[in-house]
């Protein structure tokens, strides 16, 4: 199974993404090698977005959650939505 991981990305936590993104796709890869979803998912896409919004803006709906599914490509699409402030007080663990 091919495996992406890319992000939408707030520039004030872009290092410590690129960071975390390089140990959370090294584990993956290795996890998803080996393992079949049928022949429907050929590819997993992951889009973790992390932004801080101004409150109107998270109300008029930018950079909502989705889990998408396109059986033309067999590829599935998952944009999760990290808390801005979450992530920056985070650790390592």
């Known amino acids: 199974m091919k495996f992406f991981l890319s992000g939408e990305i ?18 993956l890869e290795e996890f998803l090698k080996e393992r079949s979803y049928g022949s429907e998912v050929n590819e997993l896409n992951i889009i973790p977005i992390i932004v ?3 409150e109107e803006m998270d109300k008029q709906g930018w950079y909502k ?3 998408l599914f396109k059986r033309a ?3 599935s699409d998952f944009r ?3 808390n801005h402030q979450d992530f920056l007080n985070g650790n390592n663990k």
């Open 10 to 27: 707030d520039e004030s936590v872009s290092k410590q993404f690129q960071e975390a993104s390089s140990v959370v796709r090294l584990k």
């Open 52 to 54: 801080d919004l101004p």
């Open 65 to 67: 959650e989705r889990k």
């Open 73 to 75: 490509t067999h590829s």
């Open 80 to 82: 999760l939505r990290i």
